[in-house]
């Protein structure tokens, strides 16, 4: 890469962090302007304070409910899928099991006496599929 290509792509580059910089800028502007007007909102509505006070009281207690409902949904369904998940991997132990006792036997029928002492020590234990 030449000199002028180098320096080239570090103008670029200065030039695109200088961008990422101002947009940055501008949603923190944009975010803290939305706070100040509802805090503006709710400190010059027309109810009393009390009132006020009272209602966004229920409101984070809806808001909390809400989050609890959605939360339990949730687990009830991440468990759902981890039984299911647990189901199929038991059959499909259960599966992998049957092929290997199958080809086993079908390779014993095959195997002199010999062969098959020295490959008993390959078995695989029943235990060591367990999660």
Known sequence: MSLSKKIQA??????????????KNTAANIAAGTALG????????????????EDIKNASKQAASVVSDKASNAKSKADDVLDSQKTKFSNSKAKIKEY???VKESNAEECPEDLIEVNSDNEVEDDSLNL
């Open 10 to 23: 570090k103008r670029q580059e200065k030039i695109k962090a200088e961008k990422i910089k101002k947009a």
């Open 38 to 53: 509802i805090v503006s909102g709710i400190l010059l509505a027309p109810k009393s304070g009390k009132e006020t006070r």
């Open 100 to 102: 290997l006792n199958s």
